[in-house]
Nanobody
Framework: QVQLVESGGGLVQPGGSLRLSCAAS????????IAWFRQAPGKEREGVSC?????????YYADSVKGRFTISRDNAKNTVYLQMNSLKPEDTAVYYC?????????????????WGKGTLVTVSS
């Protein structure tokens, strides 16, 4: 069955870095867009970044993370990464990876069909 497993979260000081990983299995990874979302306490889930399966695809980044986060994928390892630099306290959230339905926008939760269980990122001094 389709599985998405996030890892790499943790506690980091403001200005620090983390790299999240999303390991996928149970489907043809090469053919799907994978997205990262996050949800802070009391807030709605928001799209953070996504990258299509096409090698020439332009990644999407939320305005709040542009210039600080970088998404990448390794199709040989069925894994998508989210490198997060210059972290801020407002980046604190549970981060989820999700598989996008073909043809659907990858920055909206409604466009996803499978989700991981999430990994907690806490940015605090």
């Amino acid at each position: 069955q389709v599985q998405l497993v996030e890892s790499g979260g943790g506690l980091v000081q403001p200005g620090g870095s983390l790299r999240l990983s999303c390991a996928a299995s149970g489907f043809s990874f090469d053919y799907y867009t994978i997205a990262w979302f996050r949800q802070a306490p009391g807030k709605e889930r928001e799209g953070v970044s996504c990258l299509t399966n096409n090698s020439g695809g332009v990644p999407y980044y939320a305005d709040s993370v542009k210039g600080r986060f970088t998404i990448s994928r390794d199709n040989a390892k069925n894994t998508v990464y989210l490198q997060m630099n210059s972290l801020k306290p407002e980046d604190t959230a549970v981060y989820y990876c999700a598989r996008a339905r073909p043809g659907r926008s990858c920055n909206r939760p409604s466009g996803m069909d499978y989700w991981g269980k999430g990994t907690l990122v806490t940015v605090s001094s």
